[in-house]
């Protein structure tokens, strides 16, 4: 004996016990469409309020002024500032010659001399050497355990064995320095890398 009920083919077939199930007309089931909108007996002359039709209309300009005049807008972060191409030249530069003279003791702004000692701007304040002046004196005529690097470097104990730096060089090493030290010594780029 099947578990299913029986259909109404079933209930009809004499073989089959009566077990209290009455076929239904599915057709009696369904809703009448005389209640739903656009359906059958649906009074098509009603229309939507005037206020919706033009809050439809209205509603993208609408949002698209409002997004625009916000202050987090796209306009406020689409283009990264301009830079004159001599910066842009001066800073290559710096970065080439931070790479040939510096980079030995100081590679990504760290001291591998004296770990205390970083160009990250907290060290450098700490130490007491926040400024570009400050840090082109040290560069110059170095502190502790950092050579100089100038050409007028006395005492010759504190001095670099190497080649040494000119004035102009040293004054866009501090520059270099302190932005790099600014932002957090970010990779430095140089053409070619």
């Avoid at 009920?5 to 073989?15: E, F, G, K, V």
């Avoid at 057709?27 to 009074?43: A, C, E």
Wanted: charge should be positive.
């Amino acid at each position: 004996m099947s578990l299913m009920p029986p259909t109404c083919a079933m209930a009809a077939d004499a073989a089959l016990p009566k077990l209290g199930y009455h076929c239904l007309e599915f057709s009696k089931l369904q809703p009448k469409r005389s209640n739903i909108v656009g359906g059958p007996g649906h009074d098509h002359s009603i229309r939507k309020h005037p206020q919706v039709t033009l809050f439809k209309h209205l509603a993208p300009p609408l949002i698209a002024t409002v997004f625009a005049l916000s202050p987090i807008s796209i306009s406020n972060i689409s283009a990264p500032p301009k830079v004159a191409l001599g910066q842009t030249m001066d800073a290559q530069k710096a970065g080439a010659l931070f790479r040939r003279a510096c980079i030995g003791c100081h590679d990504g702004g760290g001291n591998i001399i004296q770990p205390g000692a970083t160009l990250f701007l907290k060290d450098l304040q700490r130490n007491g050497v926040g400024t570009e002046e400050e840090i082109y004196q040290i560069t110059y005529f170095g502190k502790r355990r950092m050579p100089g690097f100038g050409e007028n470097c006395t005492p010759r104990g504190q001095c670099t064995f190497g080649p040494r730096l000119q004035e102009d060089e040293i004054k866009l090493l501090a520059e270099f320095v302190k932005s790099q030290a600014d932002q957090n010594w970010p990779p430095i780029e140089i053409n070619g890398d």
